[in-house]
């Protein structure tokens, strides 16, 4: 049971700690593992070359490990072999290129992987030379040899190619060590034929040198090409051509055979071993002619030239006159340059016009007359003689459409000190078209039109707004001596800018009262219509705006007041946007007449107050002075605090007088012997009875008894206060 236990233990061991202990009992480490190529690394052709790999490995006791090496080549693996030994060699034999690589070794111990070697580099040097062999060295054109090219003791994966002088004609590529070539030659020569290979090692390839040198003599075949063409000078257009080609000496053959006969790139005809052909010669085509003979790969060829002499020339079509207006009669002219004179007559020379002219037949010898032409047609002509036909190039007549009246018109607007542009403009008319601006009949500038988008923009400066009617255009799309159409004189409105603003009230600003309707009158030049502003000084905002087609306009302040008063100004523009402003004006409202009056009838009344006063004053001083037996009179007012009281009735307001000295027109009280606490309102009644103060005052005062501590100089006083 213990036994079992330990067993089953051990084995676990094994299993979860594999490598680098095998067993309880067996360890072992792989101390160092190389790969050795000998005799050495750079080797020449056909030494014996091995590889020695060696594993050193510690153990724990002795015991036979088993050993499992592995040889790779270039990562691919090239050898195995167990063993118990501590190395083992592998002959690679007598070496190769191809057995040029990187190298390395492998272990496994006791079915461990161990790391590998180190990898080697093997490096031959030097292939055999190629061997070329042929099957014949005589052969006949066309016909075929057979060329092996043997590496002889190589081995690895080959490039075979095969020269013709030199020159590679053929490659193949095999992995055997000989390749087989089928070679054709189809033209007479001797040869020098020979071949190379290339064995394939990653990365690159080795070259073999040269074969030997074989020559190979090519035999012409017995076969002759026969081409005839009759005629074969002075040839002439319209010509019959007979031509005949025609194979000689050919001996029976497996190989296929045709016959073509070629002229430029177009075949004519085509046969076995002969072809014939007949052709009008024709001077506009190739004239080479070629006879071409094939047989399996073998081609033979025969060719002749011959030069075809022009009858006449191609046609030219010209119009006349140059410029072609609508409705213009045209000549149009036929005409064949150049003719062989020896073969044709210029009279035999006919030409036709196409599209057809009535009369058909012209009236001399390819001139045609088109008689009021209306739209665009494309003419042709045919020059005819001998039964060729030879075309012109296509001649397209566009008559031309007259120029009309242009228009003279501004763009935009026209504002005096700026430039003006003037546009002339025709509606209709064939471009290009010449636009002339004058003025005064004077030429100013050209402008030339020709393309639809474009229009014809004259800039003039005006000094005044009259220069504007000066300008007239004119248009021209013709070399024609006959009038081109003017335009009218260009009627516009210059657009003045207003030079200045005046601003003025009504009514005039001396005699504005209160409750009045208020005019502010603008006035500015400048073309109309022109926009008035009215400011008041302090607001920004305008206070009124109108735009007028006059030279004035007018805002109405109605009922004014006080809160008028104020300084004034208006602003006047117009399209030309420069703004003039007027001069300011002040505003100051009055007063109406009737409280005028009011206010100076009560100025009256108090400087009557102040000289009654001054005249009781005047008097009191001297009665003190006159005599003391009067003191004994007894007053019995005013008490000391009596008070002085003035009134002045101004609508509402009431001014007390001991705080104001009366200086307007208004109602003056008169101060009492009544206690201080009446305090006297003097209406308009009483100020009207006081209007005579001398009486009334010379009556009053006399009785009046006098204070004795006091005196005449206080009443002065109060009133003074
Ligand atoms: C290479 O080894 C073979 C036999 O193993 C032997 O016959 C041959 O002569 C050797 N070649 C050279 C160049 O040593
Ligand atoms: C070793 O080579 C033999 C046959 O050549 C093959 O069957 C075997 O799988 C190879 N061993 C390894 C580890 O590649
Ligand atoms: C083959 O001919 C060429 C040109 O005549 C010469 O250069 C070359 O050495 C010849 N090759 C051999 C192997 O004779
Ligand atoms: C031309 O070839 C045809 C057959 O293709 C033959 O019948 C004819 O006789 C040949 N003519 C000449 C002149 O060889
Ligand atoms: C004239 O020929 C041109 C092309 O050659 C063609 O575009 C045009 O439409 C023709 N005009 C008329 C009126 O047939
Ligand atoms: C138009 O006129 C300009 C200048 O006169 C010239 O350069 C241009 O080629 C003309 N274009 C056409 C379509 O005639
Ligand atoms: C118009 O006046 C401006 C400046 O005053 C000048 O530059 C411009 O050339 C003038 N144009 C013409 C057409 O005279
Ligand atoms: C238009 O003006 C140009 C240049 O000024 C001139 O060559 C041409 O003949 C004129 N064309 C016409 C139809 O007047
Ligand atoms: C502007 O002024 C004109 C003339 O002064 C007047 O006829 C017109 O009614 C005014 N327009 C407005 C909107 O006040």
Redesign the pocket.
């Known amino acids: 049971m213990g036994l079992l236990i330990l067993l089953t233990s051990t084995l676990l061991y094994s299993y979860f700690h594999p490598g680098r202990v095998v067993d309880a009992q067996r360890l072992f480490i792989l101390k160092d593992i190389t790969l050795t190529i000998e005799p050495s690394k750079d080797v020449k052709r056909g030494t014996n070359v091995s590889l020695r790999c060696k594993a050193t490995v510690s153990q724990s006791e002795t015991w036979e490990l088993r050993r499992e090496y592995t040889v790779y080549k270039d990562n691919n693996l090239i050898y195995n072999k167990t063993s118990i030994s501590e190395e083992i060699l592998y002959p690679l034999g007598e070496a190769r290129v191809a057995n040029s690589g990187k190298y390395r070794c492998e272990i496994n111990i006791d079915d461990k992987p161990q790391r590998p070697s180190e990898t080697q580099k093997l490096t031959v040097t030097g292939l055999s030379k190629p061997q070329l062999r042929l099957n014949k060295g005589v052969v006949k054109e066309g016909e075929e040899i057979t060329a092996t090219c043997i590496a002889p003791g190589e081995m690895g994966s080959f490039f075979f190619y095969i020269y013709e002088d030199s020159n590679e004609i053929k490659e193949k590529q095999v992995s055997s060590n000989q390749a087989e070539f089928k070679l054709r030659f189809s033209s007479v020569n001797r040869r020098r034929i020979h071949c190379t290979y290339t064995v394939l090692i990653t990365p690159y390839s080795v070259k073999s040198e040269e074969s030997n040198n074989v020559t190979v003599s090519v035999k012409e075949l017995p076969i002759t090409i026969d081409l005839d063409i009759d005629p074969v000078t002075r040839v002439y257009e319209g010509d019959q051509l007979n031509i005949l080609c025609k194979v000689n000496g050919l001996q029976h053959s497996d190989e296929s055979v045709r016959l073509l006969l070629i002229q430029g790139i177009q075949i004519l005809s085509s046969g076995l071993t002969n072809v014939s052909h007949s052709m009008v010669a024709q001077a506009n085509y190739a004239e080479e002619f070629e006879c071409k003979f094939e047989m399996g790969n073998v081609v033979k060829t025969a060719t002749k030239t011959i030069s075809v002499i022009e009858l006449f020339s191609a046609p030219t079509l010209t119009v006349s006159p140059d410029e072609v207006f609508q409705r213009d009669d045209v000549t149009l002219t036929c005409k064949s340059e150049s003719y062989a004179s020896e073969r044709l007559s210029e009279d035999e020379l006919t030409y036709t016009l196409d599209p057809p002219q009535t009369p058909q037949t012209p009236s001399r010898k390819g001139v045609f007359s088109v008689k009021s032409l209306r739209i665009e047609t494309n003419y042709t002509c045919v020059a005819e003689a001998m039964r060729i036909k030879k075309r012109s190039k296509t001649l397209t007549v566009r008559p031309k459409i007259f120029v009309s009246t242009p228009k003279i018109s501004v763009v935009g607007r026209a504002i005096l000190g700026q430039p003006v542009k003037i546009l002339c403009q025709s509606d209709i008319g064939s471009l290009p078209i010449n636009y002339t601006l004058f003025k005064d009949f004077v030429e100013v500038s050209t402008i030339s039109i020709n393309r639809s988008s474009q229009q014809a923009h004259f800039e003039v400066n005006i000094t005044s707004p009259e220069d504007i009617k000066q300008y007239i255009c004119e248009a021209s799309n013709n070399h024609r001596h006959n009038k081109q159409p003017l335009s009218e004189k260009l009627n516009a409105i210059v657009i003045v800018p207003p030079s200045y603003a005046e601003l003025m009230a009504v009514p005039d600003e001396s005699g504005i009262y209160e409750g009045d309707d208020l005019y502010l009158l603008c006035r500015a030049d400048g073309t109309p219509p022109v926009t008035?502003k009215w400011y008041h000084v302090g607001n920004n905002l305008p206070l009124?705006t109108?735009?007028?087609?006059?030279y004035?306009?007018?805002y109405q302040v109605p009922s004014v007041s006080k809160e008028h008063n104020g300084r004034y100004y208006c602003e006047a523009f117009n399209h030309v946007n420069k703004v003039v402003r007027s001069e300011e004006v002040t505003i100051e409202v009055q007063m109406v007449l009737w409280k005028k009056a009011l206010i100076g009838g009560f100025c009256l009344l108090a400087v009557s107050v102040l000289v009654v006063v001054c005249v009781l004053c005047f008097r009191s001083k001297r009665g003190k002075r006159d005599g003391a037996a009067e003191l004994s009179v007894k007053p019995s007012s005013p008490k000391s605090d009596d008070t002085l009281t003035v009134t002045l009735t101004h609508d509402t307001e009431v001014y007390n007088a001991d705080k104001v000295v009366m200086d307007s027109g208004a109602a003056v009280s008169v101060w009492t012997k009544r206690p201080p606490e009446e305090d006297v309102a003097i209406d308009e009644e009483s100020s009207m009875v006081t209007k005579e103060p001398d009486v009334e005052y010379t009556e009053v005062v006399h009785p009046r008894p006098v204070d004795p501590a006091r005196g005449p100089a206080d009443y002065h006083d109060y009133v003074s206060n």
């Open positions: 008035f009124y109108n735009t007028s087609n006059d004035s306009s007018s």
